[in-house]
T-cell receptor, first 118, second 110 residues
Framework: GAVVSQHPSRVICKSGTSVKIECRSLDFQATTMFWYRQFPKQSLMLMATSNEGSKATYEQGVEKDKFLINHASLTLSTLTVTSAHPEDSSFYIC??????????????FGPGTRLTVL | GQSLEQPSEVTAVEGAIVQINCTYQTSGFYGLSWYQQHDGGAPTFLSYNALDGLEETGRFSSFLSRSDSYGYLLLQELQMKDSASYFCAVGRGSQGNLIFGKGTKLSVKP
């Protein structure tokens, strides 16, 4: 099955620093990847849709200058949380679509990154 | 606006059948999906309904009625390992982006 990896799995940083999270599709090419944020015991909130070779599409209310997304290749998308603050502490999950999948809504999720900003 | 409604919690016993309902109101509709997420884990895809009717995959079935903006996930022969959160999600655009419901926490008791 399609596998998506995410790195790092956990990161603790000081307020004001930037953190980069990588999302990779290991055995398929993903022209489209998605970034979500999930608070404890809550739903997944779509932050942005990342398209290979073009600018990401951000959801309403998500600051594009704070959450920088780059999708430079068919297997890698990165999310950089710039000037992180404690309120940015959350679980960040990426997912990818496999264009070969017959299920239109099937996304393969990475294991997530737990970000804690002190 | 966009909203998906599903029960917050459901409890059932091993071997039983449980149905988790989902109603949705979205600006676009590209099918209804269900995902399972164990505590601390990543969501995993369970099913997808693009058209009205029932889709069956092993112990799990999913149903969609587009005219009623309603769907459900049916879990049969419940096992302890089925204890998890279950999310319904609506496909919103041609790129496959999903809007998730708040999730239903299923607890399976012995």
């Amino acid at each position: 099955g399609a596998v998506v990896s995410q790195h790092p799995s956990r990161v603790i940083c000081k307020s004001g620093t930037s953190v980069k999270i990588e999302c990779r599709s290991l055995d398929f090419q993903a022209t489209t990847m998605f970034w979500y944020r999930q608070f404890p015991k809550q739903s997944l909130m779509l932050m942005a849709t990342s398209n290979e070779g073009s600018k990401a599409t951000y959801e309403q209310g998500v600051e594009k200058d704070k959450f920088l997304i780059n999708h430079a290749s068919l297997t890698l998308s990165t999310l950089t949380v710039t000037s992180a603050h404690p309120e940015d502490s959350s679980f960040y999950i990426c997912s990818a679509r496999d264009q070969e999948s017959g299920n239109y809504n099937e996304q393969f999720f990475g294991p997530g990154t737990r970000l804690t900003v002190l | 606006g966009q909203s998906l409604e599903q029960p917050s919690e459901v409890t059932a016993v091993e071997g039983a059948i449980v149905q988790i309902n989902c109603t949705y109101q979205t600006s676009g509709f590209y099918g209804l999906s269900w995902y399972q997420q164990h505590d601390g884990g990543a969501p995993t895809f369970l099913s997808y309904n693009a058209l009205d009717g029932l889709e069956e995959t092993g112990r799990f079935s999913s149903f969609l009625s587009r005219s009623d903006s309603y769907g459900y996930l049916l879990l049969q022969e419940l096992q302890m390992k089925d204890s998890a959160s279950y999310f319904c999600a609506v496909g919103r655009g041609s790129q496959g982006n999903l809007i998730f419901g708040k999730g239903t926490k299923l607890s399976v008791k012995p």
